[in-house]
């Protein structure tokens, strides 16, 4: 679990988060969809303690929480397999050889972040988010460099890597149809300063979704969005 409770953040004179409150249960995918701008980083930036809220609270219950980012940030320095590595806990290494194999980057483990395509980084930074341990994964905008086929591939793998540890994911994104592939539970975000303007549950397993059951909600969202254009 994880609560947000009437959490404030301001820089200077720019109120981003005013008394934004969120109840995240244990093991669910989480979309938070919202408009560019309206403070969606900065709440994770909170949620890592990277940042202080100047008024509320954030309870995260001792749970560990990993990141993936809207580019990769590997370390350029070091091969793909270093990169993965320094996450790792010693005794969970066989984990890497069996990601490297699941996202057919096992030839590239010797390379350096600087020889691979943009596509396959991030996939190494997907890879790096889920040998971390941890019990929360925030994902920012993780695929909005991607071509659509690649981002379609990468939601599967995961998908089912969620599946396989039941973490619980706040996925954030502008991306309609992103959230509705992805979440359980769906979070419409207002413009600066956010609030939740809305939530929709899904209960159409992930993998069964087919764009015309989804059509309700997603004319739903559409007029929720029309108000805030994303
Ligand atoms: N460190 C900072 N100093 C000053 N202003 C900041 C800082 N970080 C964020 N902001 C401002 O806070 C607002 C929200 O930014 P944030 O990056 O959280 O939004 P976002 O919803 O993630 O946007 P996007 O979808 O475009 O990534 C923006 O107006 C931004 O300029």
Redesign the pocket.
């Known amino acids: 679990m994880l609560i947000l409770n009437n959490v404030t953040k301001h820089?200077?004179d720019?109120v981003?988060l005013k008394d934004f409150s969120l109840f995240v249960e244990k093991g669910k995918i989480y979309s938070l969809l919202?408009p560019?701008?309206?403070?969606?980083?900065?709440m994770l930036r909170l949620i890592t303690e990277l940042e202080k809220p100047d008024q509320g609270k954030i309870e995260l219950k001792g749970q560990r929480v990993s990141y993936i980012f809207q580019e990769p940030r590997l370390l350029p320095w070091e091969t793909v397999r270093k990169n993965l590595e320094l996450v790792c806990p010693k005794k969970e290494r066989q984990k890497i050889d069996e990601l490297l194999e699941l996202m057919e980057l096992k030839e590239y483990e010797g390379a350096y972040p600087k020889e691979l395509s943009g596509g396959m980084k991030q996939r190494v930074s997907i890879m790096r988010a889920f040998l971390h341990p941890h019990e929360i994964l925030l994902m920012d905008?993780p695929f909005q460099a991607l071509d659509l086929k690649l981002k379609a591939i990468l939601m599967k793998e995961i998908y089912n890597l969620h599946q396989s540890i039941k973490n619980t994911i706040l996925f954030?994104t502008?991306d309609l149809d992103e959230a509705l592939l992805l979440g359980d539970e769906i979070f419409v975000l207002s413009p600066?300063p956010a609030s939740v303007v809305k939530k929709f549950s899904v209960s159409t397993p992930q993998m069964e979704r087919k764009s015309e059951d989804m059509q309700f909600i997603k004319e739903e969202l559409i007029k929720l969005l029309n108000h805030a254009p994303i």
Do not use: L, Q, R
């Not at 560019?36 to 900065?42: A, N, Q």
């Open positions: 820089y200077d720019v981003v919202g560019s701008g309206c403070g969606k980083t900065t905008e954030v502008h600066k």
